[in-house]
């Protein structure tokens, strides 16, 4: 008899863990005055300029409450199937961060997010951020995410003492590759890693400057749309280029990340890094002074175009607290909004009517060049392509690194688009 | 000894029958408590082990390709897909490779450490902790030290391995480790190896210890050679050991995840393994291929433990 109560005693209490486990998940506070804001920001320059945006809303809307939602690890893919994994439950945070453009795609055709073309119309935001912008972020038609900041790809960062050391002219520019190879191979000759670079994805983003550089704009954008084949021979010569810019590394890249990679040229046992503008937070941190200590200029080849990246926010459909999602897509949008991030952040505002007098003197360049140069989508950072090409590429990219095959990595490239091309 | 024991067992077994009823409570609920014992395992475990595979399974067998709703029934065409693939053919190149490499490095290792200390080696308790030490740290905070003793740079730069093989005029031994397309796979093996080789180690102590001395000495007075002693005596009586230790670092082999992911990271091509591809699918939100990656997975693993459990069930009902 104690025996069957006691067994009795232990199934109820498993059966209630159970119950309660269960009854965890559903949290119907309904409480209308939280904004969940779901992002990967959780530690650096991404947490500062969080932080500096959770200021400014507090501010704007003193009577809504910020949740912080951040999922931190894994550059992002930790929090990706976070977020996946509640959107399919129906659990959707009141907005989450992604990059503008492609990204989005996967999304858009799932029915996750919203339309937000009436709201761009009703609160003014096509007269706030740049006609080209508008234009790379628009899908089907629709706009479906707010622009918090603006970052820019093709960067070629240098280390003018080490240029010296080789005999190279610290200002000079390159106008193409060939040119620029040239001078990486004098650097080579002297002992010096010509070129760092890290792991599978900056090696993407080389070959997206690179493919930029030497196709040009137009063709570049081509490769997106269809209009460009990547089986032909410019896109061949391209690999060729980029085979090359890759002997031209070092060794240990599979085990670097890039602000190892933005290191050895600030530590000087490497010329040149090819990072987008997030590398300028390295270099400040460190004391260096743009100029004397690093360069910061366009990639070899792609003068006069701005390699672009954004991240941006978006609006769930059925979220918990559509006002408060409107009410922080507002802050995001507004002139305070976008100074207080970027400059955080070290990014640019994506609105044209920020005042940036006071941004830092890397910015002021970039933020000139976003105003003149014609504007491209980064492959590397989800503008371009939507996630399953990207990985696609991104696998091909690998492969290549180690078995360092142009024929076959142009197949791989060939392959990634005939799976993914936008009909 | 197999005809003594069941006869043995046999006799006190008559005179206990009467008294089973008196264990019964009337009514026939005997059996309540019990049930009620197991049964939130039984639930827990069906649903959220065997109700998942199943789920897992039918995942496969859609179209299901990106994070959208499943587009219809896709049969078999995944996993055609799979094994039509290069790089999925490579992965599973890669997993044998590393499973026969870490499998015969810890039984080897293992057993070495385990002989010399059954040698009656000094200060046992001491090796004995040092080498099951590295048990206690988890795959994925080794990996962060390993991926640093496994640079791959050479020269100036070298750090770790290569450094040191630098520094005492190795430098043959330098070398590109994991990021070696064909070999690379087995650099990870490295501290696994490591790792596990003092669990291996303990297993066979455990054995070793487990043979009564008198049986060593009864062979000693037959006059059998100290080999013959190992090849008729001890090795006979270690083999269930070796069976079990073949069985768990196979299984956990077949399994590795942490290690690749800490070491190299996911997207890298050298040390790609089906789990990795199944993160990488899944991440992308190709469900279905994922699914048929984790399908074939727990098929491999299958295919190690199960004549394992067979075997075990069949020596437990000959008892």
Redesign the interface.
Known sequence: MNATRKALAAGLAALSLLAVSACGSDSESGSTDEVEVFTWWAEGSEKAGLDALVKVFDDQNPDLKFVNGAVAGGAGSDAKNVLQSRLQNGEPPATFQAHAGAELTDYINAGQIEDLTDLYEEKGWNERFPEGLLERLKQDGGIYSVPSNIHRANVLWANPAVLEKAGIDAGKTYDSLDAWIADLKKIKAEGIIPLSIATDWTQVHLLESVLLADLGAEAYNGLWDGTTDWSGSEVEAALAKYSTLLSLTNTDRQGLDWPDATQLVIDGQAAFNVMGDWAEAAFQEQKKTLGTDYTATPVPGTDGVFDFLADSFTKPVDGPNPAGTEAWLETIASDEGQVAFNKAKGSIPASTTADTADFNEYQQTAIKSWGEDEIVSSLAHGAATSVNWLTDITAAVAKFGSNNDVAELQEGLVEAAEDNKPE | MSSTVPSAVKRPGRSQRPRRPRGR?PGG?GW???V??I???V??IGVFVYGLIGSNIHTSLQDR?????SQGFAGLDNYRDLFTDD?FIYSLRNLLLYTATFLVGTLSLGFLWAWLLERKARGESLFRAIYLFPMAVSFVASGVVW?WL?????GD?ASGLNRLFETLHLDFLQN?W????RW?ILAIAVPAIWQLSGYVMALFLAGFRGIPEELREAARIDGASEWQLYRHVIFPQLSPVALSAIIIIGHMSLKVFDLIMAI???????TQVPATQMW?E?????YARSAAIGTVLLLIVAILIVPYLVSTYRQERRQ
């Open positions: 409570r609920r309540v408590a019990p009620l014992l049964l939130p395992t639930i827990v390709h990106n994070i959208g709703p790089d991926r496994l640079n791959n740079a050479e730069r590109p994991w990021t070696n397309e690379g190299a990271g996911q997207t890298n091509y050298t990488v899944f991440t992308r939100g190709d």
